[in-house]
C-alpha cells in the first residue's frame, strides 16, 4: 500500500457512510481489531461500542493490559469476561478445526448478547486477507478456519463490516503507525488464543501450563533481541503438546508434558521461515520452563518453515 | 501508459497476493474467477494463480484456462498448477512429482534474458506443489531449474506466455518485485 493517509481517509469516509445506528466492535487489542477500532471511533465516535471478551485462553497479564489499552484510547469499552463459557464449550474437543469453529461460534453468541444489550445492528471485525483466504471458499482449500470467518452462522442478526479485508498484516501496522497507536509492533496473537496452542483438551488447567511457557519464551527472545543477539521475529511462542515423556529430576523419574518453541520471520503470514533463535536463548528457555513449570518433562525447537508447517500448530 | 494484469482465480492460497504484489508495483488489477469468459477478458495481460487443483485429475476446476491461452492473445505468467496446465495444454506433460517441494528451495537460471533479467544465477524461492511438469512442451524454452525439479520456469518460444513452478508472488521468494517488474515490461512491450 502506497497511499496510506489515502487509505485511512476513504476508509472513514466510507465508515461514516455505510454505518448509520450503533455498531460493537469485537476487539481483542491485537493490531487489526484495534486499528479497526480506531478507524471506526473515528468515524462514528460514540455510536461505537467495543467489545473485549476475556476467553479465558489469552496471555498472561494480556486481560488487564488490554483494557487499559482501549480505555486509553478514548474507548467505550464493554468488558466481557466468558472465560467459564468457553472452557465448558472445549471440554472433550480435541479436533483442531472443531475447537476453531466452537471459539468462532462463541465469540457470535457473546457479540449478539452484547449487541443485544446496546441495540446494535452493526457487527464490526479486524478480518484481515489471510484470515478469509486460509478459511477457504469455492475452489480455495480449508487451511484453517478463522474465528473471524469460519464461525460465523448463516444467517447473521447483524451486519457485518469489515473495513481492512484486503490488507496483510503489514499494511495494517502502517495504517497503525500512521494513527499513532501504540500496538502497531505488537506480534500477532491467534483469535482463539491460547486454545489453538494447547493440543488436544484446552482445559483451564493445561492452558495455564501453557501460558508460563509462552510468558518465557516471549520474554527471552525480546531480551535477546534488546541485547542484538538476534532479531525480533515476527511471531514466537510456545505449544503445548499433548504427548509425554519421561524424565528424571532429582533421582526420581518424572513422566510429563512437551512444550515447543516456534519463532519464525514473516511479512504477511501467508510465508514464514524457522527464526534462527541463538542456541544459548533457546537453552535457557529450555531451563527456565522445565524449572519452574513441574508439568513439563521436555522443551523441543521448531525448524518447519511455511509451507509446509502453518505458523500456529492448529 | 496504463496497463491492467488480472488475476484469474484457480483456488491459491496467493491468489490474493499475486493481486497484491501487482497493486503494490503500481499496476490496475483485479481477481477474476477461471470461469469468466474469454470475450469478457479486458485485461492487457494474465496471471494465472495456483491452487489446489491436482493436473492429473481436476483439469475441469480451471475452468476456462485453455481458452485465456488459444483466444486471448495477450502475454500470461502462469504459476503452479497454471504452469503445469499451460505445459498440458500446448503438447508437454505434468504429474505427480518424484521429490515434491515445499518450503525453502534454491533456483538456477539457465535463461537468464528474460523473466530473470538483471537477477543472480542462483536465489531463494518459496515453492509448495505436488505435481510438476515432466516434459517441456515443444515450442517451449526451459528457464530454469531447482535440485529437485527440473523446470521451475518455462517461456514460449514466440508469444509472452511465461510458466514458473515457485511463487514469485511470496514475500519469501527472493526477488519477487523483481520477476513481477520484469513480466509487467513483457506486458507493456506487447501493448505499445
Redesign the interface.
Known sequence: MKDVAGFVNQSIEKLMKDIEGTAIIACSGGVDSTTAAALVNTAIGERLVTVFVDTGYLRKGESERVQELLKGMGLNLHFVDASDEFYKALRGVTDPERKRKIIGGMFIKVFEREAEKVDADTLIQGTIAPDWIESGGQLRDVIKSHHNVGGLPEEMKMRLVEPLRDLYKDEVRKVARHLGLEIAERQPFPGPGLAVRVLGEATRERTTVLREACAIVEEEIEQAAERGDCEIPWQYFAVLLPVKSVGVRGDVRSYGETIVVRAVGSLDGMTASASPIPHPVLERIGIRITNTTPEVVRVVYDVTHKPPGTIEWE | MDIRIDVV?????????EW?ML??L?IDSEII??TTAAAEITADGLVLSG???RISSDIP?LGLTDKYLDEVQIPVLAICVGHQYMAIHFGGEAGPARVPE???AEIIITEPDDLFKGLPERFTI?V?HNDEVTRLPEGFINLAYSRDCAVQAMKHEERPLYGVQF?PE???TEYHYEIFTNFIEAVTGSNP
Open positions: 482465480d484457480n483456488g491459491g492460497q496467493w491468489t490474493h497476493r497484491r497493486r503494490d503500481g474467477p477461471n491452487g489446489a487443483p476446476k515445499y518450503g525453502k518459496w509448495s511463487h511470496v514475500e519469501h
